[in-house]
């Protein structure tokens, strides 16, 4: 990285890096590491190899988040629990919150988790990360919330996922809407609309901390072996800043 990170604030559950920049975005990475508490065994009883799988992290996007984040001289928070512990972009009622099954791999730490576990989770981990956010955004109500995430080229038994990368959004698309026309001008790229997820699942970070505010947002999704390398992403990051501050100057109001 050429730009050094400022104003580090740390927590069990999360790290806010650029807390004193002063771009026009906050950037998050709810999937960043596949960190599991000593508490909890370290692994969720998985071997090391499903624990480097996609449905433990997202692959590269840390990285690049932080890269992105540089560019934009925007502050970054990023969750430091794997998604497996409870899954910080999911609401709090959802059922796919604290997972048992994922992509083939049964989760033993998990398997018996009642709803006291659940809520201690919650408390423990997912509430501190979604209350950093929120402490950000009072700091600069005006922000625009840009969520980075990767996706696995295939999952088990399905078709390859075409695409290069994803723009996600709900109904408020205004910023979606801008770097997908900027984006569609960048002839290498195959990007989907609302691909390879849908756009909104009620509850998620996107809902409660861009759509309920009514803040321009976006959720960016990179194909993983596209960011696995270290230079890759800070290049992906490059390349994505100008776009999205373009972008968000095209955008309505």
């Known amino acids: 990285m050429t730009a050094k990170c400022k104003a580090i604030m740390t927590h069990t559950s999360y790290h806010i890096e650029g807390a004193d920049r002063k771009g026009r975005f906050v950037v998050t990475c709810d999937h960043a590491t596949n960190s599991v508490p000593d508490a909890l065994g370290g692994t969720l009883g998985l071997p090391e190899a499903d624990m480097a799988r996609h449905i433990a992290y997202d692959i ?3 990285g690049t988040a ?9 502050p970054l928070v990023w969750s430091d629990f794997s998604r497996l512990v409870i899954d910080p972009n999911r609401g709090e009622d959802d059922p796919t919150l604290l997972m048992r099954l994922y992509d083939g791999s049964v989760i033993p730490g998990n398997r018996h988790a009642g709803p006291e576990e659940r809520a201690r989770r919650i408390e ?3 509430r501190p990360y979604h209350d950093a956010v929120a402490g950000l955004f009072e700091t600069r109500p005006d922000a625009a919330l840009v969520s980075v995430h990767s996706f696995t080229p295939q999952l088990r038994g399905r078709l390859p996922r075409p695409w290069h990368l994803g723009i996600l959004h709900a109904w408020d698309a205004r910023l979606s809407d801008a770097l997908l026309e900027l984006l569609a001008q960048q002839p290498d790229l195959v990007v989907g609309r609302n691909q390879p997820y849908p756009g ?3 509850g998620d970070s996107v809902h409660q901390h861009a759509l309920l505010h009514g803040r321009h947002n976006t959720l960016i999704e990179l194909r993983n072996d596209l960011i ?4 890759a992403q800070e290049d992906w990051g490059r ?3 100008p776009l999205l501050k373009t972008a968000l100057a095209r955008a309505p109001d």
């Open 60 to 62: 590269g996007a840390l």
């Open 66 to 74: 932080r890269a992105l984040a540089e560019a934009l001289d925007s």
């Open 239 to 241: 390349r994505l800043a």
């Open 124 to 126: 423990a981990y997912w």
């Open 200 to 202: 909104h699942l009620p």
């Open 228 to 231: 696995a390398e270290p230079q």
